[in-house]
């Protein structure tokens, strides 16, 4: 007999289920932040008394040799909130968790577990899902069976809103030049900022980056900025790269050290991301890393 595990509901309390409420289960990952998705769910929930559980498993990397399950987590886990407090603000009941397998497994296990009245399932347009490369969508049908289905086709692309700047820096994250230069791209444009600062496992300089990061965020985030922080895979191609399949970005944002003392720069980061991500990059350059104050190495 093969082994369910188990799902935990994270964001919110239960409602006590009656025989009129209805259960939609939605899966989903990159695409659970849109509009479009918020928009086919809310339709559902109106039809009558319904609550909602958002199933979004992590995806699985295609660039560099290192599964970062801890990033990946938490951008799955980024939108995943965003998207249930969208819900909730009007007043549908949802809940949602990150699951680390592929979706068709997930979907069995949830339909197992929860016994859902229907099924939503997101995806992008064809030319760029996985899932639909996989034929997912199709063995997701088939696991649902009898229950109704529907497949949401989202465009991230043409959906305005903020736009989602990744920042990618470490031991220049605490620089003035990079924490002004998301200042002023705040003031611009409505924003949401993500760093990575790529970094190994060594216990040492990780220890040291995950301090230096969180001490960026706050500060940013003092300034009223929504800003989230991750340590990231050592290479900061394949960390850029990593999180462009895990979620949307509109521009970049690189820091690093000037000239030859980069090692970024020396490997020609720069131009290997404009021509394989084809998007817009800005360039800062801090000539010294800020210490980080007492009270946060404490």
């Given at each position: 007999?093969?082994r369910?595990?188990p799902l935990?509901?994270h ?5 006590t289920?009656?025989?009129r409420?209805?259960?939609i289960l939605?899966?989903?990952n990159?695409?659970?932040?849109s509009k ?6 809310e339709e559902?929930?109106?039809a009558?008394?319904a609550r909602?559980t958002?199933l979004?498993?992590?995806s699985?990397?295609q660039?560099?040799?290192v599964v ?5 987590r938490a951008?799955?886990?980024r939108?995943?909130d ?5 819900l ?12 680390e397998?592929?979706?068709v497994s997930a979907l ?8 859902p009245?229907?099924?939503?399932v997101?995806?992008?347009p064809?030319q ?12 997701m049908?088939?696991v649902?069976?009898d229950?109704p ?6 465009d ?6 903020e736009?989602n700047v990744?920042?990618?820096a470490n ?10 230069t998301?200042r002023?791209?705040a003031k611009?444009?409505?924003a949401?900022f993500?760093?990575i600062?790529?970094?190994s496992?060594?216990e040492?300089?990780h220890?040291?980056?995950?301090k230096r990061?969180?001490r960026a965020v706050?500060?940013?985030?003092s300034d ?5 922080g991750?340590i ?9 790269m990593?999180?462009?399949e895990d979620?949307?970005?509109?521009e970049?944002i690189?820091?690093t050290?000037?000239g030859?003392?980069s ?8 131009e290997r991301?404009?021509a394989?991500?084809k998007?817009?990059l800005?360039?800062v350059?801090?000539?010294?890393p800020?210490?980080?104050p007492?009270?946060?190495t404490a």
């Amino acid at each position: 007999m093969r082994r369910v595990a188990p799902l935990v509901r994270h964001g919110g309390k239960d409602s006590t289920v009656t025989e009129r409420e209805r259960h939609i289960l939605v899966v989903a990952n990159e695409t659970v932040v849109s509009k479009a998705l918020v928009d086919a769910i809310e339709e559902k929930a109106k039809a009558g008394d319904a609550r909602v559980t958002v199933l979004a498993p992590v995806s699985q990397p295609q660039h560099g040799y290192v599964v970062y399950y801890d990033t990946r987590r938490a951008a799955a886990r980024r939108r995943l909130d965003k998207t249930l407090a969208l819900l909730r603000s009007d007043n549908v009941p949802a809940t949602g968790v990150v699951v680390e397998t592929d979706p068709v497994s997930a979907l069995r296990d949830a339909i197992d577990q929860l016994e859902p009245d229907e099924i939503i399932v997101s995806t992008h347009p064809q030319q760029k899902s996985g899932w639909l490369r996989r034929n997912a969508v199709d063995q997701m049908r088939g696991v649902a069976g009898d229950l109704p289905f529907e497949h949401v086709v989202v465009d991230l692309e043409a959906e305005h809103g903020e736009a989602n700047v990744l920042v990618v820096a470490n031991q220049t994250v605490l620089g003035e030049p990079l924490l002004d230069t998301i200042r002023a791209r705040a003031k611009q444009a409505p924003a949401s900022f993500l760093i990575i600062s790529p970094q190994s496992d060594d216990e040492g300089s990780h220890a040291e980056a995950e301090k230096r990061l969180l001490r960026a965020v706050t500060i940013l985030r003092s300034d009223g900025l929504e800003v989230h922080g991750q340590i990231s895979h050592p290479d900061p191609y394949a960390a850029v790269m990593q999180t462009i399949e895990d979620e949307r970005v509109d521009e970049i944002i690189v820091s690093t050290f000037p000239g030859a003392r980069s090692g970024w720069l020396r490997r020609d980061l720069l131009e290997r991301l404009r021509a394989d991500t084809k998007l817009p990059l800005a360039h800062v350059e801090v000539d010294a890393p800020a210490e980080v104050p007492a009270e946060v190495t404490a």
